[in-house]
């Protein structure tokens, strides 16, 4: 009985402690963004790398699928099938990878998982003639066998708050999921659902018309609210939304929440969302039948000199829980240190351990941080294997066993560009972390150089692996 395939019987599907038994990933897939001097011509793409420790080719990209259009901004993929599907006609076997600006949803047949082909090629223009929706970002797969997009504007680059159902046969766009309420009214971004809480929760990054430009710091402010602020909460089986919160003060900052976590156990009614501006982690819970949030971490901004703003925000960007439940993950973009939490009580998470990569408070950027309420010194950049990492962590994956956590820097062409002109020179690479419930520490035996591939210094975002994640399979 494969790993890989989707029952329609419950009894058969592994528990997520379970799956923490598997074989070890032998191949990871990353998303891949052109240097700057071929984005004009040359499209992104699949790579799939090596991760089997005893193969030759270990720690290198061993096939590259060309994504259809130098427009596409390859930026989050997901699978067609996890373990919440119940159609017993599918399987775990295509990625749909949507180009974030060109809108064109890539469908990878992995058949072979060390050669993914491209099946077919849903072409972002008509999706956006038909139903006004732009800016694709997560996908999942439904219990009903249907695959889920969220999106994150219309056609005038404005928010709209909006998830695509597509046919989990012939992934033809069926329609919209959400309804009974105006979606340009709220923003869109990541989402996550529970159906035996009747739940879905979504994350807003903002208007393409600013987060496409890069940051700015006005865009973030209430009076233009451009820039994303609220935790939305959808009855699932009415496929209505029934309450937003608003993430931290209304005056302040908007917090710009992003990737939305449940803890696996599908018992539990409670998770984390990051907000990346605020620098908060928010746990989300029910509680005497109402949704409501807290939040539970707070990273310190730095002051500091010689930059475009007084103050640096850690920006969290991805999180992640290991399969078991017991420990939370994120990335601080800016700052550059990815940090792991014990979250055995989950409303008092406890710092384990960081590792600083190579983020704007590294000693040798010229930033000069003048006051830090964590840090008696300006850490050094982190260097694997001979390779300076140019930016700080971004995209995290972990290792089904909860021990290997893969780590990318890659924002998003404009941000990279404006945060970390290096990266964009000089391309990135993919970082192994090795985790034990003690910390984490840099393998140095594993280094994904993508600044040396064929095309020139490629950026890697997401990371799958084959037969599922952390991030990817959602247990009902």
Known sequence: MSACECFGDRSQVLSPRESMSLPREKVIYVLCLQPEENQATKAGYLATVDADPESKDYGKVIHRLYSSDPRDELHHFGWNSCVSCRHPAIKRRFLIVPGLASGNLHIVDVIDPRAPAMHKVIEGAAIRERFNIAYPHTVHCLPSGEVMISYMGDTQDKARGAFLLLDGLTFEPQGLWNKGHDDTKIMGYDYWYQPRHNIMISSEFGHPSSFMKGFNIEDAKPARDLLGHSLNFFDWHQQTLIKSIRLGNADDINAIPLEVRFLHDPAACE??????????????????????????????AKHVENWSLPVMPGLITDILISLDDKFLYFANWLHGDVRQYDISDTHHPKLVSSVFFGGLICSDTGIKVTKDEELDAQPARLVVKGHPIWAGPNMLQMSRDGRRLYVTSSLLTPWDKQFYPQMVKKGSGIVLLNCTPQGMTVDPDFYVDLASEPDGAIRGHEVRYPGGDCTSDIWI
């Open 271 to 300: 998770g984390f969302v990051g907000a990346a501006l605020q620098s908060v982690v928010y746990r989300f819970f029910k509680k005497d039948g109402e949704w409501a949030t807290e939040p539970v971490i707070k990273v310190p």
